[in-house]
Structures are given as structure tokens and as C-alpha cells.
């Protein structure tokens, strides 16, 4: 069974940046291709971004592109999500998500390709 945390979430203000980190325990971290998602109050939870298993290819909402960095490291377990500029409607409960094959896909921008989801870290972008 894997297990997903996340950590690094917090109060900041718009335009200041935050890093959040997803640790791994329990499977083959490096097999997985891996995500972020988001969830506000009230919405669907939405992919933010993902990464293949080896953090070559990596995907992008248009809401965060240009903005957000996503990136692994397998030998450490370990995901990021690098948030610059941050906007009051990037806030939300961060979750990282695995899926046990490797590649991303279009399905891979839906909720319903992962097989592992963490519970969440909260990010509150104030204005």
C-alpha cells in the first residue's frame, strides 16, 4: 500500500511563492507517474500539474503555467510543487496524487487515472 503526505502548505500573500513537498513511502516511488491536484471550496477537485515516472515529462494547467514547477526525486521518495506568484484563486487544498504506471496521457489530467491520493495540505493565498 503506498502512502502520500503532503507538507509545506500555509498563509501567504499574493504574489509571494511557497513549495510544497509529497512524501512517498509503502511502493516503487519511481514507477509512478505522479500529480498535483487542487480543491476549493464548493469545486471539482482539478489537476494542477503532473510528472512522469522519471521527471522528464511534465504537464501543466493553463492556470499555473509559467508559474508553477512541478518535479521529483525519486532516490529521495519525494515530490515538489514550486508555486511563484501566487493569486488569491490558487487557494485550496493541495493533494499529490500516484498512478502505479509511468507515462502521462490526456487521462492523466483527470482525477480518475490515480490510484493514490494524500489527504492534503491547505494553501491560502490572501490579497
Known amino acids: 500500500q503506498v502512502q502520500l503526505v503532503e507538507s509545506g502548505g500555509g498563509l501567504v500573500q499574493a504574489g509571494d511563492s511557497l513549495r510544497v513537498t509529497c512524501a512517498a513511502s509503502?511502493?516503487?516511488?519511481?514507477?509512478?507517474?505522479m500529480a498535483w491536484f487542487r480543491q476549493a471550496p464548493g469545486l471539482e477537485r482539478e489537476v494542477v500539474a503532473a510528472?512522469?515516472?522519471?521527471?522528464?515529462?511534465?504537464d501543466y494547467s493553463d492556470s499555473v503555467k509559467g508559474r508553477f514547477t512541478i518535479s521529483r526525486d525519486n532516490a529521495k521518495n519525494t515530490m515538489y510543487l514550486q508555486m511563484n506568484s501566487l493569486k488569491p484563486e490558487d487557494t485550496a487544498v493541495y493533494h499529490c496524487?500516484?498512478?502505479?504506471?509511468?507515462?502521462?496521457?490526456?487521462?492523466?489530467?483527470?482525477?480518475?487515472?490515480?490510484?493514490?491520493w494524500g489527504q492534503g495540505t491547505q494553501v491560502t493565498v490572501s490579497s
Open positions: 496524487a500516484a498512478k502505479i504506471t509511468g507515462a502521462l496521457s490526456a487521462a492523466t489530467r483527470t482525477r480518475w487515472a490515480y490510484d493514490y
Open positions: 510528472i512522469n515516472w522519471g521527471g522528464v515529462v511534465t
Open positions: 509503502g511502493g516503487t516511488f519511481s514507477r509512478y507517474a
